[in-house]
Nanobody
Framework: QLQLVESGGDLVQPGGSLRLSCAASGFRLDYYAIGWFRQAPGKEREGVSCISRRGDSTNYADSVQGRFTISRDNAKNTVYLQMNSLKPEDTGVYYC???????????????????WGKGTLVTVSS
């Protein structure tokens, strides 16, 4: 069974940090570019960050640039999103998604992704 599973979401205070993980099973993640997307309450889903198949190209939304870092460990079939200096506006459900042979030349198009996880909830609140 092919699936992506996100983990690491939690309740955290403003200024805090979290690391999200996206683990793949049933397929080799190194064939895929990976994107992190989020959906805040009452808002549309938006792209947060993405990483190329080998991890040599990354992209970030302006709202998270300098605070979030995406990385991957293909040997562990896992992609990570390190989130620092979290703000209340970072609250939302975070999803990872995979695009077969995807090319990172900007943010990946969510309409074009092949697999999605079910999401993990991040709440930033005091």
């Amino acid at each position: 069974q092919l699936q992506l599973v996100e983990s690491g979401g939690d309740l955290v205070q403003p200024g805090g940090s979290l690391r999200l993980s996206c683990a793949a099973s049933g397929f080799r993640l190194d064939y895929y570019a990976i994107g992190w997307f989020r959906q805040a309450p009452g808002k549309e889903r938006e792209g947060v960050s993405c990483i190329s198949r080998r991890g040599d190209s990354t992209n970030y939304a302006d709202s998270v640039q300098g605070r979030f870092t995406i990385s991957r460990d293909n040997a562990k079939n896992t992609v990570y999103l390190q989130m620092n200096s979290l703000k209340p506006e970072d609250t939302g459900v975070y999803y990872c998604a995979a695009k077969l042979f995807g090319v990172v030349a900007g943010m990946l198009d969510e309409e074009d992704m092949d697999y999605w996880g079910k999401g993990t909830l991040v709440t930033v609140s005091s």
